[in-house]
């Protein structure tokens, strides 16, 4: 395939992870969610957070890309300081969000949805949007149609497309699989490797946990806000106590 | 040749003044519409937008007038139009930035931004007075007709005549390219492009660097383009009264919510739908009827409804909606 | 950032103050005559009434504003639609107008009732839209051919004098009650449409009904006569003449050093206002012993969250409509008072920015939840809108002094009425934005 290209050169301390996110503790109200949670991802890593329901799994997303006040913890992205900044701003740093829900402009068509997504941007987007295109080639066909009207996979689909037209070098994914059907969420899973094999690190979170951990480069399992067990995928599923706790036997 | 006198009895009391006051409703839905769909209340000082955008309008043209400029057979109200937006969008302005922008950060509930409305809808219904008067004003100057009743019989030969006014025909025109202009620029340009966003997913057009505070002041702007223009059309079209403007308010809500509010086409279908609704319900249809049956002696005018009812059949219709689609016809924003 | 200034705002002694302030105004009023004042007890008093009525008005829209929440913008139509009742149920019978066409006119509205009502089982069971539309066609010819003659008969009947169907002669008293109940059934009917759906809806279709009300009392002449006016609605309390002719009451008015015509107008008015009194004060206790009911537990509880209520298994939507039909309920009431008080039915002044937007503001100053508020309210800035009428003047006058007589000048003082609207408005804004919870926030 095509190579989505990235905004900036690599960065060229190789020892610090791309993003680095340690010891966050924050929540919404005064009782805190996260108690020093701790994410990284390295370059073109896929890294899934798992854990049970109300791990702060999403919060901890949220808490790296800046829609959670943070109390205590760094957040480094390519070795900068970003704690101090908006989401937005973020944004123009390079990562890339896809919310779980409401991820979509459901009226506008899908070729509108992906020029949104590039709105920041100033130069040609035509490039990005034909790779966005080889990426999903389903949704491809149905550029001039309203994104509302496609199937929860290819909304999907336009969602993350949406989230690439930044060029982001961070790709966060809140539960991208939610609700849609094995078959999908195999095929979403195939896009995400690829799209990681183009420099591009991942970060998600996933309730499908086993499939997920199949991909992953490094997991997180969150229990109550903190690092429960930290590993690569494959350790990860082999630890017969991850198995019998978190993935069901 | 009785079916044709009765076409243009037809055309003449029935079609022609529907479709001018057709464009006129819709113009001022769409400006209800859009402001729904990025600030999400019904702003009920709409009709008082209108009525000041218009009576600023009537003022420049009277210096226009007083300066012997004029636009021959069209009205100079025209030339003075621009003024009259300008003026109208800069009031909006303020109003957003005194008014409306405490309660968005403070993300207060639909209803208060509402009431917020009524409070500046006083303020402008006093301010139109002030400058203006209560009084009617007519200011439409050049050509009245386009085509006269004489002429029209002169040329078919037809018994019946039929008139087009000017003020009809530059409403409709004029309407067509407003729609026309909105609609280039809300689906080819990238801040159009940008309002629909916004009007579609709030925290994602966030999410994607859009301004938010940038959205609403272009939907303010485009909303007192459309309210001035709609005004003065009414105005050119019935006579200016500020008082008009308040009651035209519930026809243009009807329009709004019958095409679905937040949808600019459904406002557009929803205006005519009230105005052709309106007419024809409000029309004796006995001189048509008389073309076409010529034995049948009806006992009355065969008019379903007074014209002082007017406005009760928007209402009607507002009911039946609500009744049967609260999300209007064309899928407006859930209810 | 609030709530540091609602916390200073809870003081017990707050209310008292406004009433104390409030009552001062009115005895200047009543004493002191200057440029501010008239000096004049039966101005005094007259203001009082009124305001006394409006803050009827203000209860009802208090109620559902500030229990449940609801944006009623067709105050004008319900009012309008309670003082129809004290014009069909306390005037005299007019001579021959049922004869010429009594009967079949209530046919031809019973007709149009059970068009609607078939129309709604034949949609709810059978769901064909043709059959409704077909029904509802036939219902509204059927219904014109019987209303056209007869309603035509019921005004040809003596038109110069009546005119109308007029009324079945019973104490006006019993009226407010009726208007209480048309202005409650209109309600109904609005609200079980409206009602469920965006917050919005409320009050567009408020709007719409308040404006149709009020055109058909403006042009159904044989219902009230229309822009004629109907006069001479009889009074629950002596008449001026009555007691101008009375030996005793000119011996009464002259132990208090008042002239007869001055005293004979204070005395109606007091029993006018003993009167208004009575009501108001019972529907505040009515309302405040709701309130502390179950029931009231329920609506606060829904307004409060209407969500969590609603996963409660509370039917919010039936709720809203209880209240919004308790509330217009209320507010005709108000409009039969306001009828009988003047003695007169004019459905020209029935002005939605006076008696819609006006009310409004008196709710949102006073409090909005609170009922001594919204009397508070009602009465203060009742005055005050009188009083800006004179006062309005007098300020663009002296603001305008230094100005050289000409046009500008001339306009400036001749648009001192329009300033009324922008104060309003104007108050209304601030309130909202700074004091959100009124003068007299609820506890």
Redesign the interface.
């Known amino acids: 395939m095509s190579q989505v290209q990235t905004q900036a050169a690599p960065a060229t301390q190789a020892k610090e992870p791309y993003l680095s996110a340690t010891a966050m503790r924050g929540g919404y109200g005064k009782a805190d969610i996260l108690h020093g949670c701790t994410l990284q991802v390295d370059m073109g890593q896929i890294a899934v957070i798992v854990g049970p329901n109300g791990a702060g799994k999403s919060t901890a997303m949220k808490a790296v890309f800046g829609m959670l006040p943070l109390r205590e913890g760094s957040v480094k992205l390519d070795g900068e300081d970003i704690i101090k900044l908006s989401?937005?701003e973020r944004?123009?740093k390079g990562m890339g969000?896809v919310?779980q829900v409401?991820?979509?402009?459901?009226?506008?068509t899908v070729e509108?949805n992906l020029?949104?997504?590039a709105?920041?941007r100033k130069d040609d987007i035509k490039d990005t949007i034909e790779q966005v295109y080889h990426l999903f080639p389903a949704v491809a066909e149905k550029r001039k149609q309203a994104a509302g009207e496609l199937s929860g996979g290819q909304r999907q689909q336009v969602a993350v497309g949406?989230a690439l037209m930044t060029r982001p070098r961070l790709l966060m994914l809140d539960e991208p699989t939610a609700g849609v059907s094995p078959i999908v969420m195999d095929e979403l899973f195939d896009r995400i490797i690829e799209i990681a094999r183009t420099g591009i690190s991942i970060l998600m979170v996933e309730q499908n946990a086993r499939q997920a951990l199949e991909i992953a480069d490094i997991g997180y399992v969150l229990v109550q806000g903190t690092n429960r067990y930290t590993d690569t995928g494959e350790a990860l599923m082999a630890d017969p106590e991850v198995r019998r706790t978190f993935l069901g036997g | 040749m009785d079916i044709l006198n009765a076409l243009v009895v037809f055309l003449n009391f029935v079609f022609i003044p529907a479709a001018a006051y057709g464009a006129q409703l819709a113009l001022g839905a769409l400006g209800v519409t859009l402001i729904y769909g990025i600030l999400r209340f019904s702003n009920f000082a709409h009709g008082d937008t209108m009525a000041f955008g218009a009576a600023i309008t009537i003022i420049v043209t009277w210096g226009l007038q007083s300066l012997g400029i004029s636009l021959g057979v069209l009205p100079t109200a025209l030339l003075a139009l621009p003024f009259g937006i300008a003026a109208t969008a800069l009031l909006v302005l303020g109003t957003d930035r005194v008014v409306y922008r405490f309660y968005r950060v403070q993300k207060a509930a639909p209803i208060i931004f509402v009431m917020a409305s009524v409070g500046v809808m006083f303020v402008m219904n006093g301010l139109t007075r002030l400058i203006i008067g209560v009084d009617e004003q007519r200011f439409d100057d050049g050509a009245r007709f386009v085509i006269t009743v004489r002429d029209f019989r002169e040329m078919t030969g037809l018994q019946e005549g039929l008139a087009f006014r000017t003020t009809q025909a530059l409403t409709l025109v004029i309407a067509v390219l407003v729609v026309w202009a909105l609609f280039w620029f809300l689906n080819r340009t990238?801040s159009g492009?940008?309002m629909?966003?916004y009007s579609?997913?709030e925290?994602?057009?966030?999410?994607?660097?859009?301004d938010p505070e940038k959205v609403v002041r272009m939907t303010w702007i485009i909303a007192a383009g459309l309210a001035t223009i709609a005004g003065v059309l009414y105005g050119l079209d019935k006579s200016f009264r500020p008082f008009n403007y308040f009651q035209i308010l519930l026809p243009i809500f009807a329009a709004a919510i019958v095409g679905g509010l937040g949808n600019p086409l459904g406002a557009i279908a929803g205006g005519f739908i009230v105005a052709f609704s309106e007419v024809a319900i409000t029309y004796p249809w006995v001189k048509v009827a008389g073309y076409l049956f010529p034995n049948w002696e009806p006992g009355g005018l065969l008019q379903l409804l007074g014209t002082e009812y007017k406005f009760a059949v928007s209402f009607v219709i507002l009911i039946v909606v609500l009744l049967f689609r609260p999300t209007g016809l064309f899928r407006g924003k859930s209810v | 950032m609030s709530t540091n200034r609602q916390a200073s705002a809870a003081n017990p002694w707050r209310a008292p103050i406004f009433f104390a302030i409030l009552a001062v105004l009115f005895i200047l009023e009543g004493t002191v005559r200057n440029g501010m004042f008239s000096g004049s007890w039966n101005t005094a008093l007259a203001i009082l009434n009124v305001g006394l009525i409006s803050a009827i008005v203000a209860l009802g829209v208090n109620m559902q504003w500030g229990y449940a929440g609801l944006f009623n913008v067709g105050v004008v139509g319900f009012l309008a639609l309670g003082g129809l009742a004290p014009v069909l149920v306390s005037l005299p019978p007019v001579e021959g107008a049922w004869q010429a066409g009594g009967p079949r006119l209530l046919l031809s509205l019973a007709v149009g009732l059970g068009t609607l009502a078939l129309a709604k089982v034949v949609w709810t069971r059978f769901r064909k839209g043709w059959a409704v539309a077909l029904i509802l066609l036939a219902g509204l010819l059927l219904y014109r051919w019987l209303f056209g003659p007869a309603s035509t008969a019921i005004e040809a009947n003596n038109p110069s004098r009546y005119g109308n169907i007029g009324g079945l002669g019973m104490p006006v008293l019993l009226s407010w009650l009726v208007g209480g109940a048309f202005a409650a059934a209109a309600a109904w009917a609005v609200g079980k449409v409206a009602l469920g759906l965006r917050s919005d809806y409320l009050a567009i279709a408020t709007l719409g009904i308040g404006e149709i009300i009020v055109s058909v009392l403006r042009n159904e002449e044989w219902l009230a006569r229309g822009v004629n006016n109907i006069t001479g609605v009889p009074r629950p309390v002596p008449y001026e003449i009555q007691l101008q002719q009375n030996p005793e009451f000119i011996d009464f008015a002259a132990r208090w050093g008042f002239s007869v015509a001055e005293a004979s107008g204070i005395w109606v008015k007091i029993c006018y206002l003993s009167l208004f009194l009575v009501v108001l004060l019972s529907i505040i206790l009515l309302a405040e012993l709701a309130l502390k009911s179950p029931w009231g537990r329920m609506m606060r509880a829904i307004r409060d969250n209407e969500t969590a209520a609603e996963a409660m298994g509370k039917d919010v939507t039936a709720r809203h409509l209880q209240i919004f039909v308790l509330g217009s309920a209320v507010i005709g009431i108000a409009g039969a008072m306001m009828v009988t008080l003047d003695g007169l039915m004019a459905p020209t002044q029935y002005n939605p920015l006076r008696y819609t937007f006006l009310i409004w503001v008196m709710v949102i100053v006073g409090g909005s939840g609170n009922n001594w508020g919204a009397v508070l309210g009602a009465v203060l800035i009742w005055f005050l809108w009188i009083k800006a009428e004179v006062w309005g003047p007098n300020l663009i006058g002296f603001l305008v002094s230094p100005l050289p007589a000409g046009d500008v000048k001339t306009h400036l003082l001749g648009s001192a009425a329009h300033m009324r609207f922008i104060a309003m408005g104007a108050v209304l804004l601030l309130v909202l934005r700074f004091a959100p919870r009124g003068l007299v926030p609820e506890k």
Do not use: C, W
């Open positions: 989401p937005q944004v123009y969000f919310p409401h991820n979509i402009f459901p009226t506008m509108e020029e949104m997504g709105f920041i949406r | 990238k492009k940008a629909r966003a579609d997913n925290d994602l057009a966030l999410l994607s660097g859009i």
